[in-house]
């Protein structure tokens, strides 16, 4: 009797452990079924769509009679005119020539691995070498040499170079100084959180200079504190 | 003959609670002296709702160990394409970028908690 019911009992165990454990095998799985399908597409409509730009970069088929030609886009993707320079000038034209992103990435500027096009490269690899001034008077001014070692708060992000060269090609000094920085290395309490909400660097970055998204592109000067406690 | 249902009962709740590995959230705050230092809280990871998009074996064990001590999470390594920096992951288009500090640390003007 006493076999028998601890015979029984451990059958209602395995019962019981066999169930749920099927339970909890299958649910993930119908899960993870109904999700890849969706994901699959997606990385396909992802993958198709970097596929047609490259297409477009290496070889930009750019019909100035077809008024569907990306270079007749608007920002908002619509043709903005119609490729005929006698006519009169579209909405695009009208509201200042907005940019569009299309026609830019047909150009075949380079770009970060973000999909970020990137300006500091082409203006290093001289593809723009935009004049000083307007005026021919003006005096061209070479931009400052300066880096600026700016030590990261936390104890495991690397610090940052700030190149002076880069900013003073295209800003003069009164933009940033003495408005937004201090011109004192150490007087500026910049942090990321600021930075996010637009505060010093985020003043420009992420609006008109390049997003926050590359960290390591400012973040670049390894911490000798983080590499000891490694 | 109770104590019979009693253990039929334990598998009963205690197998699926064990495989499911019911993990709302997880908070993160190891480097927290660090942390302070740069103005943020700790991290307060939603293991649920990565659980919708990702099967176990998307993360574990190859981008996080199962085991929480032996994760060695810093943003140095985020950025380097480790751990929440992981290819496809949050440094990559694919999810929010890793400068949005208010949507994983607590304590940062902005965050939810």
């Known amino acids: 009797m006493k076999v028998s019911s601890t015979c029984k009992s451990s059958k209602v165990a395995l019962l019981s452990l066999l169930v749920f454990f099927g339970f909890a095998v299958t649910t993930p799985v119908k899960e993870a079924a109904s999700a890849t399908p969706a994901a699959k597409t997606k990385a396909k409509t992802e993958a198709a769509a970097p596929a047609q730009e490259k297409g477009t970069a290496v070889a930009p088929k750019l019909d100035p009679t077809d008024p569907n030609s990306v270079i007749y886009l608007d920002t908002s993707g619509k043709p903005a005119g119609i490729g005929d320079p006698n006519k009169p000038p579209s909405m695009a034209f009208q509201a200042g020539r907005g940019w569009h992103p299309q026609a830019l990435s047909a150009a075949g500027l380079p770009r970060d691995r973000y999909g970020l096009i990137d300006w500091a490269k082409i203006v290093r690899e001289k593809l723009v070498s935009p004049k000083f001034s307007l005026n021919p008077q003006d005096e061209e001014m070479p931009p400052l040499q300066m880096n600026v070692l700016i030590a990261a708060k936390g104890d495991f992000v690397d610090d940052v170079i700030y190149p002076h060269e880069m900013h003073t090609y295209w800003l003069k000094c009164e933009v940033c100084h003495p408005g937004i920085f201090v011109p004192a290395a150490g007087q500026n309490n910049m942090s990321m959180t600021g930075i996010v909400q637009g505060n010093w660097c985020g003043r420009c970055h992420g609006k008109v200079a390049f997003p926050l998204t590359d960290c390591k592109r400012c973040h670049s000067s390894p911490k000798k504190a983080a590499s000891k406690a490694k | ?113």
């Open chain 2, 1 to 113: 003959m109770a104590k019979r249902y009693f253990i039929a009962l334990f598998f009963v709740l205690a197998v699926p609670a064990v495989s499911f590995g019911v993990q709302a959230e997880i908070k993160l705050d190891d480097k927290i002296a660090s942390m302070h230092k740069a103005g943020v809280g700790p991290v307060i990871f939603p293991h649920a709702k990565h659980e919708k998009v990702y099967k176990c074996n998307d993360c574990h064990p190859k981008i996080f160990s199962e085991k929480r001590t032996e994760n060695n999470i810093s943003m140095k390594f985020n950025m380097e394409g480790k751990y929440c920096g992981s290819a496809n992951c949050h440094n990559s288009p694919k999810a929010f970028a890793l400068f949005e500090c208010a949507r994983c640390h607590t304590g940062v003007p902005g965050a939810k908690k």
